[in-house]
């Protein structure tokens, strides 16, 4: 599958890794928007939140606790976003689902 975040996961294309888990994979935004920018995605193929059904939605969970640990692992305990973009209008440019988590200093809002 010609997948950008398939092939970082496979390691197919190199990606600077922060975690993983058999089910997920989280890695630093190549272009970041803040001093702490990483991306939280599934090991399996999702294209967007589009794409959740009640049997594969399990992993938004997973992915959401994972955030939590990696956050305190990164030493956000002033707080930090969680940004999934859906779709064309939402900004989504790699159709793998995926969770921005962006912090390390106040960020504003609202983002528009
Ligand atoms: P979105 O616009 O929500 O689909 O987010 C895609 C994100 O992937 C953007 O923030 C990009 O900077 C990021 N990105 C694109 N290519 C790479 C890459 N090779 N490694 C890490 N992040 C990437
Ligand atoms: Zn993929």
Redesign the pocket.
């Known amino acids: 599958m010609d997948c ?2 398939c092939k ?1 996961i496979s390691g197919e ?4 890794k922060i975690y993983e888990d058999e089910k997920v994979y989280a ?7 803040a001093p702490v ?1 990483f ?1 939280v995605v599934p090991k399996e193929h999702i294209k967007s939140c589009n794409e959740l059904t009640p049997e594969n939605a399990e992993i938004i969970g997973h992915i959401f606790l994972v955030i939590a640990k990696i956050a305190k692992d990164l030493g956000l305990e002033k707080g930090y976003r969680i ?3 859906c779709g064309e209008d ?6 793998h689902i ?1 969770f ?1 988590v962006l912090g390390g200093k106040p960020l504003s809002w609202p983002p528009l």
């Open positions: 950008l975040f970082i294309i190199p990606g600077k890695f630093y935004d190549i272009n970041p928007q920018h991306l940004v999934n973009n939402g900004g989504q440019t790699v159709d995926h921005h």
